[in-house]
Nanobody, 129 residues
């Protein structure tokens, strides 16, 4: 019941920064718990970061903690992932995910792909050394 479109990926040197965005098709955006996942060629999709419905709780994979920041602007129906101090191992397709409103408990964040119901098409992030 929602379409998600990621943008903002690109090519960056190691140590650089990118911000990827996810635009949702309908409101109220605050009804959806949201997350970012990434997938490299030949690898399973892995958790990157998650945020609860109103942005009061955020969690990160250990591999990105301290370097990435998730945020949301519910008035703009947009989710963000600010990525700093990028490393070559961050290279992947980055996907935005939304959990159905009926399943998105107000204060919860979600960590597994099967806890989400809607996915964007992905935006490619490539980090060169």
């Amino acid at each position: 019941q929602v379409q998600l479109v990621e943008s903002g990926g690109g090519l960056v040197q190691a140590g650089g920064s990118l911000r990827v965005s996810c635009a949702a098709s309908e409101r109220p955006f605050s009804d959806f718990a949201m997350g970012w996942f990434r997938q490299a060629p030949g690898k399973e999709r892995e958790f990157v970061s998650a945020i609860n419905r109103i942005g009061s709780r955020r969690d990160y994979a250990d591999s990105v903690k301290g370097r990435f920041t998730i945020s949301r602007d519910n008035a703009k129906n947009t989710l963000y992932l600010q990525m700093d101090s990028l490393k070559p191992e961050d290279t992947a397709m980055y996907y935005c995910a939304a959990r159905s409103p009926a399943r998105s408990l107000y204060g919860n964040v979600y960590y597994r792909p099967n806890e989400y119901d809607y996915w964007g098409q992905g935006t490619q992030v490539t980090v060169s050394s």
